[in-house]
C-alpha cells in the first residue's frame, strides 16, 4: 500500500527544505526542460515532468506533454516517490488499486515511472517522472536511466543553487558549505586527527542591534567587508573561511598548528584590526577557539563550542577564549534551566512558596512574612533559587513567574485572613514586572478577588531593578501605592542611588542587605553604618527592617539603633504554610 495518505514525520522539514531552494512556482527553466525532453525521447513516451511535491499538490518545474503545472498530490503517484523516496513503476493505473480512481487514470494516462529526486542530505523533493497513454513494462536499463535522469536534474539543481552555498555579502562560502566541507575532513584525515578551529565573532547581538538601528543594514556589510579583506589577506592564505552567520566567521587550522601559536596569532590578528578598522568603536571582536577531534566530533557540535568559545571570550571582556568543557557545562545548565523552568510553570506541582517570618523587633510579634519561590524538579531535586531565579530574570518568563507568585502568595494570603491570622505578605518584583503597563491593575484585581485589603499585601523591588527605567518605575510604585499597596526598597545599601530612590519613592519600608547586618555585633564600622542608614530612614519616614538575622547579639545591636523589624534564621528558615502557622502558634504560647 503506497504511502501517498500517510505524511511521514519528517514532511515539515522535507516541505521546508523544497521552500528554501526557491522552485516552486518559478518560470520554465531550458535546463530542466532539456532533460525532461530526453527523458520523454528515451521512453519513447508523449509525457514527461520534473514533479516537485507540494503539502498538497504536485507541481511540475518542467513538462512534455502536459498543459496544466500542477495536480493534486491526493493519488498522485509522484507523491508516493516523495513519501517513500524510491523508484516507483505502475505498469497500468487503471489496473492499480490505489490510482485507478486518480487524477492521472482519469485523463488517460495507463502507465508511470518516477525516479525520486533526493538532495545530498537525503530530502526527496519529487519524482522525474514519464507516463504514457498505453499499460508497458520498463526493462533495468530503463530503470537505470531515469534514475540517472533523477541525479541530472537533482545537479542542475544544485548547480543552480550553488549560490546558496556563498554569502551574498562576503562572497565566502556560507555555513551550508561549512558542513560540506566538513564532512569531507572526516572522510579524507585520520579518525582521531587533533586539529584546531576558530570562529571570528565581529559584535555581540546587542552591539550589531545597535548599530543597524543607527547605522542601516549598509554599516552591517562595511564591517564585514573590512573584515573580510582582512581575514583573505591573512587567515585566507592557509585556510578557508567561511561566513556561517551575519558577523561570525570559522575556519579549521592547517594541520599541525600548536594550541599556544594559533591563540598567539588570532590575538594579534583581533590587534591589527582593532587598530585599523572603524568599527573598534561600536563593536568588539573576539574569537573562539576549539580543539576536536577528526571523526569522534560531529560538525554541529564543533559549531556549538564554537559559539560557546566565542561568547565566552564577550563575556569575560577577552580578545580570545579557547573552549572549556567546565564552561560549557555552565551554559547547558543555563539552558536546560530555562526549558525546564518553563515546565514547571505550565506544570502544577514543581513550584512552591515558603514564608519567612518578619519580627517586630520591640514586641516580638510576627507582623508578617516575605513570600520566596521554590522548585523541585522531578528528576533532579530540589534546585537552588540563587541559581534559577537569575536566569529566570533574563527571560520572558519573569512576568509569568511573578504572577504565578503573586496568586499562589494571595492564596494563601486569603486563607490565613479567614482563619484569623492577619498578616501581611511580601513578594519580590523584577524590573520587568514595574515596565508592565497593566502591572498596578493586576495586581489591585488580585487583591479584589480575594477579598483582601491592599495594605496585606508588600511588594520588595530592589534598587537596581528601579534603575532599569526609573521613571516608568516610578509611575507604577506611584499607581501601587495610591491603590494602598505596601511597597519596600529591598537589599538597601547595594545599590548606587540609594539616597535618591530614598527621597523621591513612595516605599513605606526599607529593608537593610544581609551583607550589613551579618557580623554586625564584631564590626564597629558596620554598626555605625547601619545605625546611620536606620536613622536617615526613620528621618524619611520609612520603617526599617534587617534581613539576615542570625544571633541574639545582632538583635541587640539593632535594637539599640532602632531598627524596627528582623528577618533571619534566628526566627525561622523558610516555612511552607502549614509550618508557618505552626510556628506561629508555638511562638504565641510561648508569649503567653
Not at 16 to 36: C, G, M, Q, W
Not at 244 to 256: D, L, N, S, Y
Not at 374 to 396: K, L, M, N, Y
Not at 492 to 510: D, E, I, K, R
Request: glycine share 6%; proline share 4%; aromatic share 8%.
Amino acid at each position: 500500500m503506497p504511502l501517498s495518505h500517510l505524511r511521514p514525520r519528517g514532511e515539515a522539514a522535507r516541505l521546508d527544505v523544497l521552500r528554501k531552494l526557491n522552485l516552486l512556482d518559478t518560470p520554465p527553466s531550458e535546463a530542466f526542460d532539456r532533460i525532461t525532453r530526453m527523458a520523454a525521447q528515451l521512453f519513447g513516451l508523449p509525457i514527461a515532468a520534473v514533479s516537485l511535491t507540494d503539502s498538497n499538490r504536485q507541481w511540475f518545474k518542467s513538462r512534455v506533454g502536459v498543459e496544466h503545472d500542477s495536480i493534486p498530490r491526493m493519488k498522485a503517484p509522484c507523491g508516493q516517490v516523495a513519501d517513500e523516496r524510491a523508484l516507483l513503476v505502475i505498469e497500468d493505473l487503471q489496473l492499480d488499486a490505489c490510482y485507478h480512481d486518480g487524477v492521472l487514470a482519469a485523463s488517460g494516462v495507463r502507465f508511470y515511472a518516477g525516479a525520486p529526486l533526493v538532495t545530498h542530505d537525503g530530502w526527496c523533493l519529487g519524482a522525474m517522472c514519464v507516463l504514457g497513454p498505453s499499460p508497458r513494462t520498463i526493462t533495468d536499463a530503463e530503470r537505470v536511466a531515469l534514475t540517472d535522469l533523477a541525479a541530472m536534474v537533482m545537479e542542475q539543481i544544485e548547480l543552480q543553487h550553488a549560490l546558496g552555498r556563498v554569502d551574498a555579502v562576503s562572497g565566502l562560502p556560507n555555513r551550508t558549505q561549512f558542513l560540506d566541507d566538513f564532512k569531507d575532513l572526516t572522510m579524507d584525515c585520520p579518525r582521531g586527527e587533533h586539529r584546531l578551529a576558530a570562529l571570528v565573532n565581529l559584535a555581540s547581538p546587542e552591539q550589531l542591534g545597535n548599530a543597524m538601528r543607527a547605522m542601516g543594514a549598509a554599516y552591517l556589510d562595511e564591517i564585514v567587508g573590512e573584515a573580510v579583506r582582512m581575514l583573505d589577506a591573512t587567515i585566507g592564505k592557509t585556510s578557508t573561511v567561511y561566513h556561517i552567520g551575519a558577523t561570525e566567521f570559522a575556519f579549521i587550522a592547517p594541520v599541525g598548528i600548536e594550541l599556544d601559536a594559533f591563540y598567539a596569532d588570532l590575538g594579534d590578528w583581533l590587534r591589527q584590526r582593532a587598530q585599523s578598522v572603524t568599527s573598534r568603536f561600536v563593536t568588539t571582536a573576539t574569537v573562539g577557539i576549539v580543539p576536536f577531534q577528526i571523526g569522534p566530533t560531529a560538525c554541529a557540535d564543533l559549531l556549538r563550542n564554537l559559539h560557546s568559545a566565542a561568547r565566552h571570550a564577550f563575556e569575560m571582556d577577552r580578545n580570545v577564549s579557547v573552549f572549556s568543557w567546565e564552561q560549557d557545562a555552565v551554559y547547558r545548565r543555563r539552558f536546560w534551566l530555562i526549558n525546564e523552568f518553563g515546565a514547571a510553570l505550565e506544570n502544577s506541582g514543581q513550584l512552591r512558596l515558603v514564608y519567612q517570618p518578619k519580627v517586630d523587633l520591640d514586641s516580638g510579634a510576627c507582623i508578617g512574612a516575605e513570600a520566596l519561590l521554590r522548585w523541585t524538579h522531578p528528576t533532579f531535586g530540589d534546585v537552588s533559587p540563587a541559581e534559577f531565579i537569575p536566569i529566570v530574570e533574563q527571560t520572558s518568563m519573569v512576568r509569568a513567574t511573578t504572577r504565578w507568585v503573586v496568586e499562589t502568595a494571595l492564596r494563601q494570603l486569603a486563607a490565613w485572613w479567614e482563619a484569623g491570622i492577619e498578616l501581611q505578605v511580601a513578594v519580590n518584583v523584577s524590573a520587568v514586572n514595574l515596565l508592565e503597563p497593566d502591572f498596578c491593575e493586576c495586581i489591585v484585581d488580585g487583591l479584589r478577588r480575594h477579598g483582601l485589603p491592599a495594605a496585606s499585601l508588600a511588594l520588595e523591588i530592589t534598587e537596581s531593578a528601579l534603575m532599569k527605567n526609573p521613571r516608568l518605575a516610578e509611575a507604577t510604585l506611584q499607581a501601587l501605592d495610591a491603590a494602598g499597596v505596601r511597597l519596600a526598597i529591598d537589599d538597601f545599601g547595594t545599590g548606587y542611588s540609594s539616597l535618591a530612590y530614598l527621597q523621591s519613592l513612595p516605599a513605606q519600608v526599607v529593608k537593610i542587605d544581609q551583607s550589613f547586618v551579618r557580623g554586625i555585633e564584631r564590626d564597629e564600622r558596620k554598626r555605625s553604618l547601619v545605625a546611620a542608614m536606620i536613622k536617615l530612614s526613620h528621618d524619611l519616614g520609612h520603617r526599617v527592617v534587617a534581613e539576615g538575622v542570625e544571633t541574639a547579639d545582632v538583635v541587640a545591636v539593632l535594637k539599640q539603633a532602632d531598627c524596627d523589624e528582623a528577618q533571619g534564621y534566628l526566627y525561622a528558615r523558610p516555612l511552607a504554610p502549614q509550618a508557618f502557622v505552626q510556628w506561629i502558634e508555638k511562638r504565641a504560647a510561648v508569649a503567653a
